[in-house]
């Protein structure tokens, strides 16, 4: 069904006569929501006594909004008392009136994701996502991250996208010069494929020819189409259009047929990412109710299960407004590297290292396998960062403890999952060469009674595995005495050079073994079995539950920011 959807573009303070326009069209079109893009407030540095007045009466609830009506952070700082308020009612600052943040993805009820990045690009900032919800600022790790969003209705955004006039025939009023625009808005726009895009420029009001992306390779033959649109300021002096209502449907598909006038994507040349409306197949005790999707499993009786939470809800997704920041150690292009929450290990489990080193590397990607990406560019490239991270750290360890540590790092890859990401662990060296570690996971899997067994086997990025499967790295520092396998291993049981690495002429820094349980139907897996496996190793048993194992925010930001300084000169992101 249809929604009916309103957007204004800045209202600098002028939002009591705004408001009431949008009540008195509201009651004429019963429209779903409306949108105020750009600066809500006036400048809190000019501000008058009238505008305050006018602040403290909407808080106050005095200012009734007869729909629900979202708003951004434009490109100035929202006014302490707003501030203040949104802090206290989980970013309602009255009813009816929502603050969707300043990076965010939003599913309405209406089944509408609408994705957001606001605020100015801040160039000073050169690594890292922005922590301050509410300053009229974001960094380039800002717009990464809203990439694993996978797919959107509508984008909004403060600032245009870099080239989205080009191939455009379309001018701008006289005068009017093309504001600024910015790559990494650019890129944000070509992965999300969103039907509209919405930005904001001032003095004047812009609505270019719908453009069409690339095909995928999932879908070859459809043809996604953008519509961007550039809202005036309502007190304009040109009296140009800052108001536009549309209707959208978020569950039609694409026309097979392209609109009059529409012209290729403007970003063709540096479009990087191609995504794909998200892979939303299980469900979890983080599910989304509002969800849409519909899943089915054999059961004794039919049973109601809830939908699998999209990336707005996911807790690894960069774009959800429950991503833990504090714990993010790094960002690449397709991946970060984070802090767990809950971590295993703690500070004084490895003398040498001054931080848990529990660590997990999750792909920006909302999917549940790697072999579930469906774009096989995007595959690659995220296995071979994913596999870069890994390296990183071994030599880390390297430089830190010498020949003393290895590290485990393992990965649950199942269709039904949630969202795909490695786990990293240092382990004692010793433990490793004496085979203590494999034999570890194959004998708790015998404890278990799984009906299946562990192999030795390469299997890459594992697309080409037939179904579900448990994975486990086992590496050391090179020069150290190979573990030997069972005699039906694949590889003959030997720990072996970095395949990924030695295919891209990287310096090989140890040895390592891979083995591999294939997951299916006749047993129930338990999701926390490598960390159970570990913990038994490490003699940590009573931290076998991460949650169990809980910090508070300034304890987990402290172990993140250690990490961060000792990893720095390891981390490749802050080179390129």
Known sequence: MASKIIITGPVDGAFPSILEKLAKLHTKNSFSLAIILGDLFADPETSSDNDNANISALINGKIKIPLPVYFTVGKRPLPSSVTEKLEKSDNELCPNLYFLGKRSTTKTSEGLRIVNLGGSFDPNITVGVSKEEYLPFHTEDDAKALRGANSADILLTSLWPLDIRKGSNISLPDGVETPAGEQCVADLCSALRPRYHFSTSNDAFYEREPFFHRPT?????????????SLASTNNPSKQKSLYAFSIDPTSSTPLTLPPGTTSSPFTTTQKRHRLPDQEQSYSRFSNPTGSADHHRPHKRSRYHKPPPGPQDCFFCLSSPNVKTHLIASIANDTYLTTAKGPLSTASTFPNLPSPNHLLIIPFEHSPTLGSISVAEDRTRTYRE??????????FLISRCGDKLGAVTWEVSRLDGIHLHWQFLPVPVDLIKKGLVEAAFKVEAENEKYPVTFRTKDIGDGTAEKGDFFRVWIWMPAGEDAVSGSDDDDSGGQMKADTVAAEEGVENIGKQKCIVLPLNERFRFDLQF???????????????DWRECGQTDEEEAGDAERFKEVFKEFDWTLEE
């Open 217 to 229: 390779e999932k879908e070859p033959n459809v043809k996604t189409i953008t519509r961007f649109i």
């Open 386 to 395: 994913m596999q870069r991270y890994r390296r990183a750290l071994h030599a």
């Open 530 to 544: 490598g960390r159970r496996v570990m913990a038994k190793l490490l003699g940590l048993d009573g931290r076998r």
